[in-house]
């Protein structure tokens, strides 16, 4: 049998394997007992194995962390009741409790995300693979996610408004809404949350939701930023 690869977590220097095979909680009581700080939950994080990746979920109810991977850009933040894959390599988290502030590091070994067919959740709600993008449709998300791609820890409040993107691209406004529209339709077909909001309306937040979503789930990396370029050389001429 081929052994499963080493992940583990590190805190301050202070390396702990994680074991497939058993959950692994962070927190003021927990696996890792981060500290004594009363604003800390006994068991705020924990992390578990399915299906041969790694899933971090806060099991908090006021606290929220900071989830970053600085080689690919993203950041997001997982609130209480949320979880998500760690399909990074390595994943930098931060939290705070009180006055203090703490940062702990995961180095999980993870498959390729293109590769899960199981249902896998973001923000809370389940979700369900990777969706099939039209070249327009990946672009529209690069440009949305454009900073975040290119400034390390760089967070949702960098994302462009839809005439601001849909400049960048040499869209009219009309055109970026509706390949929008299909985006977030595509996706909630699928399970992501926050493309709708209750009622079927469109949801206010829905391109942050959408970047959050296309970046931890690598629909979009660096190495697809040259497509702005190219969409906008195309529509200049």
Partial sequence: MTP??????????????????????????????????????????????????????????????SVSAGDVGFSATLGPGARMPLVFGETTIVFSAGPTTYEVSVYADAPAVASITEPHTIG?????????????????????????????????SAIPSSAQAAARLGWSITKFNRKLD????????????????????????????LVEFAISSRIVTRDDLGLIDAEAARNRG
Wanted: charged letters at 25%.
């Fill in 4 to 65: 499963h690869p080493v992940s583990y977590v590190d805190y301050c220097g202070e390396r702990f394997d994680l074991d497939p095979g058993q959950r692994f909680s962070i927190g003021r009581e927990a696996d890792l007992s981060v500290d004594d700080n009363p604003y800390l939950h006994r068991r705020f994080l924990v992390l578990h194995n399915e299906n041969g990746l790694w899933w971090l979920t806060n099991l908090g109810t006021h606290l929220s962390a």
């Fill in 124 to 156: 809370g709600d389940t979700t369900r693979g990777v969706p099939t993008l039209t070249e327009s449709q990946k672009v529209l998300i690069v440009v949305l996610a454009e900073e975040i791609l290119r400034r390390d820890g760089t967070g949702a």
């Fill in 182 to 209: 299909n985006v977030c339709d595509k996706l909630d077909q699928l399970g992501v949350s926050g493309m709708r909001a209750g009622g079927g309306k469109l949801a206010s937040n829905r391109r942050t939701k």
